[in-house]
């Protein structure tokens, strides 16, 4: 059976180094690293996000502002607040909690974030930094940023010369996790929906990445033997095992087959989920570093 990757418990080891990192710039006299987290509407699924996000943020020792809009803020409204949160120097890091409403264009709202304040990596300075490789001051979407963390742990830093499949080829997942994975000299493939023979393409990889949207997709016997399995989609399915109206989590993956060929694979929930609240802060840190004059945290 495959070693079963724990991301709750990476997830806090990243969360319990940022809090020291964070005392240690106190220390050294420097403000607290400071994050603003927009959220306009009343989505409850995003309002359980920006509370987590603000109660990590705290639990770091980080300055913690949230905005809470109304869904019926003009554009030109939400451009103002991002511009003075762009000019705030107690603000390191600005986090616009998506979707916004239709009447508002996401892609200008997130192209106004100053971006060396864009912990979120969506910035296209961001996006260019890290599709040519500069690592260092690139701020890398948080999602396959904890992914990635998650494969070092299992497979250590020298990825080179692995074959990597990326099933999604999404800006905010699967482009920036084929482009860590590059960059970490894999070789890498990128599958989507028209993808040709997926399951023969996804037993070539030594790591494969699931990042679709369609639950349990990755069957057992799509898995190389031995492969570090990352399961980064969250699909919630009807349960009637547990109950009438009842549903459960499942990631893109079906856990229990794959499980049986992988060497190391990610549950859901509790693989990359818990992952990306912890990259968020480690982010908001390497932000404050910089902002300070000092080298990034690694
Ligand atoms: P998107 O919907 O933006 O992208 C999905 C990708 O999957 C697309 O590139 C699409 O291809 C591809 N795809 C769809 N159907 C198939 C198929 N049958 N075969 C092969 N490829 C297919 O999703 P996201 O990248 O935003 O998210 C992916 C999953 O990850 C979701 O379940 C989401 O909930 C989860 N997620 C989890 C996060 C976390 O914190 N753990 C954070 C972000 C997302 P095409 O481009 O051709 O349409």
Request: hydrophobic fraction near 45%; glycine fraction near 10%.
């Amino acid at each position: 059976m495959a070693e079963l990757i724990d991301g709750k418990r990476v997830a806090e080891d990243v969360v319990r180094r940022v809090k020291a990192l964070t005392a240690e710039l106190l220390e050294r006299g420097t403000q607290k690293p400071g994050l603003a987290v927009v959220i306009v509407g009343e989505d409850p699924a995003s309002q359980v996000y920006v509370a987590s996000k603000s109660r990590t943020a705290k639990e770091c020792g980080f300055h913690s502002v949230q905005h809470t809009l109304p869904a019926e803020i003009s554009e030109q409204e939400l451009l103002d607040i991002i511009g003075e949160l762009n000019a705030d120097p107690a603000i390191n890091g600005i986090l616009v909690q998506l979707p916004l409403p239709g009447h508002v264009d996401a892609g200008k709202v997130i192209q106004t974030i100053a971006p060396q304040k864009d912990v979120d990596g969506f910035h296209f300075i961001n996006v260019g930094k890290l599709g040519t490789g500069e690592l260092e001051t690139a701020f890398v979407p948080c999602t396959p940023a904890g992914s990635m963390l998650l494969i070092e742990r299992v497979r250590g830093k020298d990825l080179s010369g692995l074959n990597a499949v990326v099933v999604g080829r999404s800006n905010i997942v699967g482009k920036p996790m084929a482009n860590l994975l590059l960059a970490a000299n894999c070789t890498v493939t990128i599958a989507h929906s028209r993808t040709k023979d997926l399951a023969a393409l996804a037993r070539t990889a030594d790591i494969l990445v699931a990042a679709v949207g369609r639950p349990e997709m990755v069957r057992g016997d799509w898995v190389k033997s031995g492969a570090t399995v990352i399961d980064v989609g969250i699909n919630r399915i009807a349960a009637p095992e547990k109950g009438e109206g009842k549903t459960r989590l499942v990631g893109d993956v079906a856990y229990a087959e794959a499980a049986k060929t992988a060497g190391a694979i990610t549950p859901v929930p509790g693989g990359v989920g818990p992952m990306t609240i912890a990259m968020l802060m480690a982010n908001t840190l390497a932000s404050a570093y910089l902002a300070a004059g000092l080298k990034r945290p690694s």
